[in-house]
């Protein structure tokens, strides 16, 4: 709490007293053994205590609230609050009172009043209240700007102005990492996972309401923060989703492409916007915060001049039998292409059909689905490599190896057997 008043040569005082919520009273016991010299005294003043919730002496736990002591602390993303009052202490009638109150921050001022007109006249012991609320969204030195301005009776004009410095401090450290789906070619969704590691810096718990993902106008988001339990998913935090003081959560999102961005997904390049945090959490009795991240942003896959995935393989095969898998080849450059494939065999895995054909034209950011067949002569777990994509434009070979794995079974083995 901090108050301020005018110097006595005004006819007007001027009173700012931040608003904030009261604390639960906490009382500390103090025990001993009953063989010890003060024996069950303590006990019982601690029963009589009537801050103590009677049957909990020691658990430190209060039915009293107590008023704010000093103005505290303000976080980014909680509301500043505060209570202005100009008081007529002087035996006369003071006209065309006008109250304004603006908030400097290091990169703008900000005008808090509710009205800008001016209250025609004061009588002697009479006051003008106001209550301003405004949400801080930047860290670092705030000074609350008061100014009051007014006419006394003989027509001389009177003005005065207080200032009221304070600090915003960070409430949470947000750190952000991102993970492609794509491990190996056989992946063509374009998913991107993020992970969110958000830690309490505050010296208070935080109950967390809400963290959420609000994506990009590409992406469309699944939250993997909660565990199917029936028709509703339980946290993966548990039922009780507090965060105390240091203690980092780590929350992830799944991200893809949605199906009008999914074929561009595939050949951005640069820097992609992926979105931006929503959080919101509440302290001692309900004050309420929201922190809002910038757009993050996202380093894209370089897949090089031309990308090749896969659309469809079977995860099993029989072995000496045929399978068909189905190849998609972008071009992620910026010229048209003459592309020529051809299949290369290795030990396990054997191509069918003719290598070197000629695939034709393909465009910028184009994309051409080929279907392929393939046989596996070893059991177990085989990697599908060997294919060579040829631009004839440039006599530029591209090499794809370790595309995808099928696990290789006998169909006529049994355990019995």
């Not at 931040?18 to 024996?39: A, I, Q, S, W, Y």
């Not at 990009?216 to 565990?227: A, P, Q, R, T």
Request: include cysteine.
């Amino acid at each position: 709490m901090e108050v301020n008043q005018a110097k006595q040569e005004h006819l007007l005082a001027l009173k700012v007293m931040r608003l904030t919520k009261p604390t639960l009273f906490t009382n500390m016991p103090v025990t001993c053994e009953d063989r010890d010299l003060p024996g069950d005294l303590f006990s019982q003043l601690m029963k009589n205590d009537p801050s103590i919730i009677k049957g909990a002496e020691m658990l430190m736990l209060g039915e009293m609230l107590t008023l704010p002591q000093n103005f505290g602390n303000i976080f980014l993303g909680e509301t500043f609050s505060s209570y202005i009052s100009v008081h007529n202490d002087s035996s006369q009638v003071v006209k065309d009172i006008l109250v304004k109150a603006d908030l400097q921050t290091s990169s703008q001022r900000l005008n808090l009043s509710a009205s800008s007109a001016a209250v025609s006249e004061l009588q002697p012991d009479s006051c003008i209240d106001d209550v301003i609320h405004h949400e801080v969204k930047e860290i670092g030195t705030h000074i609350l700007v008061c100014a009051v301005s007014y006419t006394t009776q003989s027509g001389e004009k009177m003005y005065f102005r207080k200032f009221f410095k304070f600090q915003v401090l960070k409430p949470l450290d947000v750190k952000t990492k991102f993970y492609n789906a794509e491990s190996d070619l056989s992946s063509v969704t374009d998913e991107v996972f993020l992970e969110a590691q958000i830690q309490n810096i505050t010296t208070s718990p935080m109950f967390m309401e809400k963290v959420s993902l609000e994506p990009s106008m590409m992406y469309c988001v699944s939250e993997l923060n909660s565990v199917a339990a029936g028709d509703d998913g339980e946290s993966t935090f548990g039922k009780m989703s507090y965060l105390q003081p240091m203690d980092t959560r780590q929350y992830l999102y799944c991200l893809k492409p949605k199906p009008e961005f999914a074929e561009k997904a595939g050949v951005i390049k640069g820097v992609t916007v992926i979105g931006k945090l929503d959080i919101v959490w509440k302290t001692n009795l309900g004050e309420r915060g929201r922190l809002q991240t910038s757009q993050l942003q996202r380093m894209a896959p370089g897949y090089g001049d031309v990308r090749l995935s896969l659309e469809y393989i079977q995860d099993t095969v029989n072995i000496e039998e045929p399978f068909d898998i189905t190849c998609k080849i972008t071009n992620c450059s910026e010229r048209t292409m003459d592309l020529v494939l051809e299949m290369c065999n290795s030990r396990s895995i054997h191509w069918c059909g003719v290598s070197g054909r000629q695939l034709g034209k393909l465009g910028p950011s184009a994309s051409l689905s080929i279907p392929l067949r393939l046989l596996a002569s070893v059991q177990g777990l085989q990697s599908v490599s060997g294919l060579r994509l040829t631009d004839t434009f440039l006599k530029r070979t591209y090499e794809y190896d370790d595309i995808a794995q099928v696990c290789v079974v006998c169909p006529f083995w049994s355990p019995e057997t």
